[in-house]
């Protein structure tokens, strides 16, 4: 069977629905001959005639009324998937993926999330927390629309990462560790204190380690702990000095129970970066949020 262009099909429903050709012809603004010339057609492709005709109008034949039941809900499909379209492309609907480590939902994406909701309420919101380079490696599979990660992150040469917002890692301490306070700190003095550092699976914990090695420092941390929250409260129990990015430390620090550790030369500042994939086909609500983000 040669293939049957789907006009035929819509201008037979559109017959067989309103029992007429002249109707059909008037609905979907097109001639009379040409729905007669489009259902003839059909017809002559499927090998069967598909309506009698009288004086009155067309009626569908047996092999006629096989055939509606099938191309009504064909149709009906694909207006239904037109309609869905039309929401997604509107934001009425549709979902958003998104890659980001806890630090970079909690300090910066998280308020345009709520942004995002309160202005897109139907859209849903997947965010798969994990970090960095766990994240990079989403993107690259295509699990994720784009990430939000911090550097250093390493980036495939499809990959843009868009710097959003500067950061800063600090070593802070607690009340057990007020002597320190306010002196000028070699890197190496570190070695002799104990360390609370991140486990080695996160992109901060790589740039830490990778800037004391250029001051020639190798520390071996008493505590390794999978999050920055830990590493606080761990430092304000007098447990270590804790290495973090300061808006982590930030409560704590403003109230005076813990302190930055100053050094004689500051450690460089990082980014959070939105990191997209240039062959990753963005859903339409994801390239809403990214458009907010970059934006901003």
């Known amino acids: 069977m040669t293939d049957i262009s789907l006009e035929y099909y819509r201008v037979f429903y559109q017959a067989a629905k309103l029992g007429s050709i002249t109707m059909a012809a008037e609905y979907l603004c097109i001639s009379q001959p040409a729905v007669s010339q489009a259902v003839k057609q059909l017809e002559g492709a499927l090998g069967c005639r598909l309506f009698v005709r009288t004086s009155k109008g067309v009626h569908l034949t047996q092999e006629g009324e096989l055939l509606y039941s099938y191309v009504e809900r064909g149709l009906n499909m694909i207006l239904d998937g037109e309609k869905i379209l039309r929401r997604m492309q509107d934001l009425d609907t549709g979902e958003v993926r998104i890659g980001a480590s806890d630090m970079t939902l ?108 250029e001051r020639g420092v190798r520390l071996a941390p008493e505590f390794e702990l999978a999050t920055s929250d830990m590493i606080v409260q761990f430092a ?17 620090l403003d109230s005076g129970e813990l302190f930055v550790l100053d050094f004689d030369s500051p450690m460089p500042c990082r980014n959070i970066c939105v990191a997209t994939d240039r062959g990753t086909a963005m859903s339409p609500a994801g390239r809403k949020l990214l458009e907010m983000l970059v934006k901003s």
């Open 106 to 213: 909690r300090f910066y994406l998280l308020s345009y999330l709520e942004k995002f909701h309160e202005t897109y309420p139907n859209v849903k919101v997947m965010v798969s927390n994990a970090p960095t380079p766990e994240t990079m490696k989403s993107l690259r599979d295509g699990k994720i629309d784009f990430g939000v990660v911090s550097t250093p992150a390493l980036a495939a040469r499809d990959v843009k990462l868009t710097p959003v917002r500067e950061i800063r890692d600090v070593f802070v301490a607690g009340e057990k560790f007020r002597y320190l306070k306010g002196k000028s700190l070699a890197y190496e003095s570190l070695q002799s204190l104990p360390c609370i550092l991140l486990e080695g699976n996160t992109s901060t914990r790589a740039f830490i380690d990778a800037c004391l090695e």
């Open 236 to 252: 304000a129990r007098n447990m270590g000095v804790g290495c973090v990015v300061e808006d982590f430390a930030r409560e704590k």
